[in-house]
Structures are given as structure tokens and as C-alpha cells.
């Protein structure tokens, strides 16, 4: 199984480097052997498909950890006299200030083996810098929605909402709950010749061909709303806000949309209904709403149960019981009768009320059915109706 062989090719670099680590007995180590610290651990996250890993200083040992599935698990440490040694070797490949180490820094570079971008982020913490690394695959990125875990009863309504001209999409959720994923797939369903699409990023996660992409630079003033302004002056058919954070942005999102835009951005909040009533509460009149809305999704993000041992634990999934997340979402699309709730200022429970006697399904609706089907098990059903 192809599974197997990378789980033990993973098992076996980290062995190497948990060798070679006991060895070092002091400063004087070659720096290639520094190199294939880092390399190795890179290699090893890119291995069980982990999105970040954690180099963690202490007082006497560093440890680091990766993140797979959404939690955190710990593959080396060693002693704290090699530690910094690592964090320059990423600091300077990615053009970071490596005499800086009292303040916090971002970079970025392309990794080539294996071929992934790369975000790096270093804070000054009591005993070094701790280092953080995403991995970021874009070449798993595409146009298939189904590999998101999207059910076809928000799907069918997602793509109606995205074929239309105009209007606004918002994707919504708390941090780390796929939301960017999401929107970048939308991109790519979208991306053909014949649409001027421009997105406003902070950052930039993913580089798509076809699609022009802007950084926002707080400190050169160029924020969402201000770039936002001049994006309108440049033909685009469809615009993607990174996140919609304060009221001027979300007030010229919301009339770009209504002046024949396709909008896509997204919000931070635990549900579809909050999200409509987060922008109420950016001061956004309900009779612009109503209008430039299309469709808000929802979404999480959970642990699938291991197809291997059947959640017992196996070395596949190290011994979680867990392996790989799929999505589990909600849809609203705006129609006459949650314009008309929204306007005449009704709460968010009766909108929740009203639409579950219509026959909406909620992401723990839909999260029952995966629960139901054995894709999930009952503890990441329940961490999920804690979240929402």
C-alpha cells in the first residue's frame, strides 16, 4: 500500500535524524548536518501531509512538532545548543534578517524537494525564537468541490450562486476551518480567459496562472478597502477579498456587487446566519445586504476516522484512530423570505428557526450524516457541536 510505504519512509527519516541528533555533543557540528535537520523534518510534515511545524526552544531542550489533521504531535527534540543553528538555516533561506532575533519576522521561499510554498513566521520567545513553517501545497489545489467533502444539498446552491454575474459570496468560519481552501477552489472554477479575476491578499497563500493576484501592505497604507477602490477602476469581472474586517470594506464590497461585480471574501464567524448579521453589525444598511448577498457559506473542518484500523490505531495514521479531515458545511442563499426577516430586523435564532422548518440543513446536520456513514466517529462530532 502506497500509504505504508511513506508512512515507514517517514519512520525511517526521522530515525536517521533522531541518530544524529544524539550524536552532536557540541558547536562544532558541519553545517550540512544542520541542513538535513531541517530538510529531513520538512520532508517528514510533507510525508503525513501536515499544514505547519513548530520549532519550540526551552531551557535545555527544543522540540518540534507537526500539525496533521488538525492537531499537533511531536517527532524530534535535542539540546537547546544546536537549536538557533536551525532556525538561521530557515531565516536565511527565506531572506529573513537572521541578526534579528528580538522581534517578530515573516517570510516565504519555494521548497524544491518536495516542490511546496513555504510560509515562515519567527517570535521572540523566553528562551530563542520559535519558528513556525506552513506548508502550503498549490498544486493540490483544483476545481473539484467534491474534494472538499462539499454535500451535493449546498453544492447545487453554491455553483448557482457562483454562476450568477453578479453578487456576493461569503465563505465563513474561524480560523483554520478550510475557508481559503474553499475560496481558492472557487477560483479555479471560475478562472477562464474571459474573466479579469483580481484578488486582494494578506498574504498571498496560493499563486494561481491566469489570476492576478495583490499583497496588502499595511505599512504602505495599502489596505483591503483601499485597494479594494482602485481595483474598481481596473474592469474586473470578479474580485476576492481576502477577509472583510471592518465596515468600509464591507460597504464597497457590497455595492461592488451590486454594480455587476461577482464578490468572494470571507468572515469570521461560527456559522451562516452570524455571518449575515456580522455585516449588520459592521453598520451595512439591511436593504444593501439583502441585495448584494447571494449565498453564505459555513464551514469546519474534521478528523475522517482511520479506513485502515477503523479508528483502533495503526501506524498509518499514528496511532490516532484518525486520518485526513473532509469539510462539513452550511449554505443560505438569499431569497424573498429571509430579505424580508433580515429587513424588518428579526433575531438570528427565528432566522435559524425559520429556516430548519423549511428543511435547511446546519453543518451538524450534515455532520450527523457523515457520523451516520461512519466517516467520522462520535467525539469529532461532538468537538464540533462544541465549536458552533
Keep these: 500500500m502506497e500509504s505504508n510505504r511513506l508512512r515507514w519512509e517517514g519512520e525511517l527519516n526521522i530515525n536517521k535524524l533522531l541518530n544524529i541528533i544524539k550524536t552532536k555533543k557540541s558547536k562544532d557540528v558541519p553545517s550540512v548536518e544542520e541542513d538535513f535537520i531541517i530538510d529531513t523534518v520538512i520532508r517528514d510534515a510533507c510525508l503525513f501531509k501536515a499544514s505547519d511545524i513548530h520549532l519550540e526552544p526551552g531551557k535545555n531542550y527544543y522540540r518540534i512538532r507537526v500539525r496533521i489533521d488538525g492537531k499537533l504531535h511531536e517527532r524530534v527534540s535535542g539540546l537547546m545548543i544546536h537549536y538557533q543553528n536551525m532556525v538561521n538555516r530557515i531565516k536565511y533561506l527565506a531572506n529573513m534578517n537572521i541578526a534579528e532575533k528580538r522581534a517578530p519576522q515573516d517570510g516565504a521561499l519555494r521548497w524544491s524537494s518536495p516542490e511546496v510554498d513555504i510560509r515562515i513566521s519567527t517570535m521572540p520567545m523566553a528562551y530563542g525564537e520559535k519558528c513556525v513553517i506552513r506548508i502550503l501545497k498549490s498544486q493540490d489545489l483544483s476545481n473539484d468541490f467534491n474534494s472538499l467533502g462539499i454535500p451535493q444539498n449546498v453544492l447545487t446552491h453554491f455553483l448557482q450562486a457562483l454562476r450568477k454575474d453578479n453578487g456576493l459570496i461569503l465563505v465563513a468560519g474561524p480560523t483554520g476551518s478550510g475557508k481559503s481552501t474553499t475560496l481558492y477552489t472557487a477560483l479555479h472554477h471560475l478562472n477562464n480567459p474571459q474573466h479579469n479575476i483580481i484578488t486582494i491578499e494578506d498574504p498571498i497563500e496560493y499563486m494561481i496562472q491566469g489570476i492576478n493576484q495583490m499583497q496588502i501592505h499595511q505599512e504602505r497604507s495599502v489596505t483591503f478597502s483601499s485597494a479594494l477602490r482602485s481595483i474598481l477602476r481596473q474592469d474586473p469581472d470578479i474580485i476576492m477579498i481576502g477577509e472583510i474586517r471592518d465596515h468600509e470594506t464591507a460597504d464597497i464590497a457590497i455595492r461592488a456587487s451590486l454594480t455587476g461585480h461577482k464578490i468572494l471574501s470571507t468572515l469570521h464567524t461560527n ?14 444598511q439591511p436593504y444593501l445586504a439583502v441585495q448584494g448577498i447571494s449565498a453564505v457559506v459555513a464551514q469546519r473542518l474534521v478528523r475522517k476516522v482511520c ?4 479508528g ?14 473532509t469539510g462539513v458545511f452550511e449554505i443560505i442563499t438569499m431569497d424573498e423570505a429571509i430579505s424580508q426577516h433580515i429587513m424588518k430586523r428579526g433575531t438570528a435564532s427565528e432566522l435559524t428557526k425559520m429556516l430548519k422548518e423549511r428543511g435547511w440543513l446546519s453543518m451538524l446536520d450534515n455532520a450527523q450524516i457523515l457520523l451516520s456513514k461512519g466517516v467520522i466517529d462520535e467525539q469529532e462530532y461532538q468537538e464540533l457541536s462544541y465549536s458552533i
Excluded at 307 to 310: A, D
Design 312 to 325: 483502533s490505531g495503526c501506524d498509518i495514521c499514528l496511532f490516532t484512530g484518525y486520518c485526513g479531515r
Design 271 to 284: 456559522n451562516a446566519v452570524s455571518a449575515l448579521y456580522r455585516l449588520l453589525d459592521m453598520d451595512i
Design 307 to 310: 479506513t485502515n484500523c477503523t
